[in-house]
């Protein structure tokens, strides 16, 4: 069975600090996977990884997908209270469906 | 450009009752999705489509169920209204899945069901 899974579940930092979360997964045929962030409200796209693109930076946020060990991290350096949000990783397997995990929920204190 | 809306935004159910959610995208995308958001969870599909006429099943189907006549409109049907069902649904559309990859799918605002 497809499955995607996220760590830690949740974590607290304080504006400034670096913080990276983790997504690893267990699919067949394998194409994609995306990060989204979800504030209060629906999901948004921050970054797709595929094969042939296996690292993204914007700003603040990059990432990088490791096809051999299977996952995925974000890396947001240099936090800010706007980037508290549950940041969502989903999986494309060889099919239409996006596989999602169950989010990582950030919180960033002033 | 309004994207993907949905309608309605909240909703109270009794149980037993029936009720549809609207979905409906702009961005002439084949691909349409309906996914439930249980708290502290993640998404679960439940039914998806990739063209008018063509829908199917999901992770979670049981309990719900959807047309495609129009490349725009993708509702979602529950019958008999069951307390499990009190959720967060969002709606979501991408272009296409070709051989080169995936495109992002683009998420309505949700709609925020209480079953009681």
């Known amino acids: 069975e497809d499955k995607v899974v996220q760590s830690p579940l949740s974590l607290v930092v304080h504006e400034g600090d670096t913080v990276t979360l983790n997504c690893s997964y267990e699919?067949?045929?394998?194409?994609?996977l995306l990060w989204y962030k979800q504030e209060k409200k629906a999901p948004t796209f921050l970054f797709m990884l595929?094969?042939?693109?296996i690292e993204k930076k914007s700003g603040r946020l990059s990432s990088i997908l490791d096809k051999k060990e299977l996952f995925s991290i974000l890396n947001i350096t240099a936090t800010q209270t706007g980037d508290s949000a549950v940041y969502l990783c989903?999986?494309?397997?060889?099919?239409?469906?996006?596989?999602f995990g169950t989010g990582t929920r950030l919180k960033v204190l002033a | 450009n309004a994207g993907v809306t949905q309608t309605p935004k909240f909703r109270i159910l009794k149980i037993g009752q029936s009720m549809t959610l609207q979905c409906t995208q702009d961005?002439?995308?084949?691909?349409m999705y309906w996914y439930r958001q249980d708290p502290g969870m993640g998404l679960k599909l439940i039914y998806y489509?990739?063209?008018?006429?063509?829908?199917d099943k999901g992770e979670v189907p049981n309990g719900y169920n959807v047309s495609r006549s129009t490349t725009e409109d993708f509702p979602l049907r529950l019958e008999l209204a069951a307390p499990s069902q009190t959720s967060v649904y969002f709606c979501?559309?991408?272009?296409?899945?070709?051989?080169?990859?995936?495109?992002?799918?683009?998420f309505g605002p949700g709609t925020r069901l209480t079953v009681t």
């Open positions: 595929t094969s042939s693109g």
């Open positions: 961005m002439n995308h084949n691909y």
């Open positions: 979501a559309s991408s272009s296409h899945h070709g051989l080169a990859g995936t495109y992002e799918q683009y």
């Open positions: 989903a999986v494309v397997p060889g099919t239409y469906k996006y596989i």
């Open positions: 489509s990739v063209g008018a006429g063509i829908t």
């Open positions: 699919v067949t045929n394998f194409r994609s």
